[in-house]
C-alpha cells in the first residue's frame, strides 16, 4: 500500500484514478503528475516501484498545495470573511448559502433540516 501526502491510496487501481484520493489533486493534476514522472496511463499502484512512489511523494510537495495544508488555506479564507464582516462572511457566519441561492425554500444542506412550525388551531 503506498502512502502519499499522508493518505494511503488504494493498491489495485490505476495510478491517475488513485492519484485523485488525495484532497487537493483532481484528474487534471493526476493526468500532470503522471505524465511528469513518465508513468504509463494503465500502470497499477501495485506495479509501482519505490522509486516511482518516491519520485510522485517529491512532486506533490514540490508543486502542489494538498490536503492539510490546502484545508487549513481554506479555512484561513473563511475566518478571514468572517472577520471582515462582508456579506459572504455574513453568510458563512450564520451557515446560510454564500453564492446568492435562494433561501425561501430550497437551501437545506446549509440551513440543516427544517424545523417543524404549529399549525393554526381551529
Known sequence: ?????GVN???NKRV?????????IGSKFA????????????????????AEVIQIRESIDR??????DL?????????RLMDL??????????GLPVRGQRTHTNARTRKGPAKAIAGKKK
Open 1 to 5: 500500500m503506498a502512502r502519499i501526502a
Open 9 to 11: 491510496i488504494p493498491t
Open 16 to 24: 491517475v484514478i488513485a492519484l485523485q484520493y488525495i484532497h487537493g
Open 31 to 50: 493526468e500532470e503528475i503522471t505524465t511528469k514522472v513518465g508513468i504509463p496511463a494503465e500502470r497499477r499502484v501495485n506495479e509501482l516501484t519505490d
Open 63 to 68: 508543486d502542489y498545495v494538498v490536503e492539510g
Open 71 to 79: 484545508r487549513r488555506n481554506v479555512a484561513m479564507n473563511i475566518k
Open 85 to 94: 464582516g462582508n456579506y459572504r462572511g455574513l453568510r458563512h457566519r450564520r
